[in-house]
């Protein structure tokens, strides 16, 4: 059985279902070098290659509107 989660993205308001996974989010578009603003729910999709997991597409989620889906 595998467990997915579907929660509301916060910049486009809409429902995504993936893997839930909290990140240190790291801005590096400021000039003074790289800022860690905090840990972030996100919803993600993830390939494997070689032992090596990518990322494919990243959402950041509502905490409050978490809701488990099983598959």
Known sequence: MKYQFKAKD?????WVTGDLAYANVVSFRRKDGCKIR???PMI???NIHGGM???TNRHFVDENT???VLN
Do not use: I
């Not at 916060?10 to 809409?14: A, H, I, S, V, W």
């Open 10 to 14: 916060l910049k486009t308001g809409e």
């Open 38 to 40: 905090g840990v972030k």
């Open 44 to 46: 993600v999709e993830h």
């Open 53 to 55: 997991l990518y990322v």
């Open 66 to 68: 978490l809701v488990l």
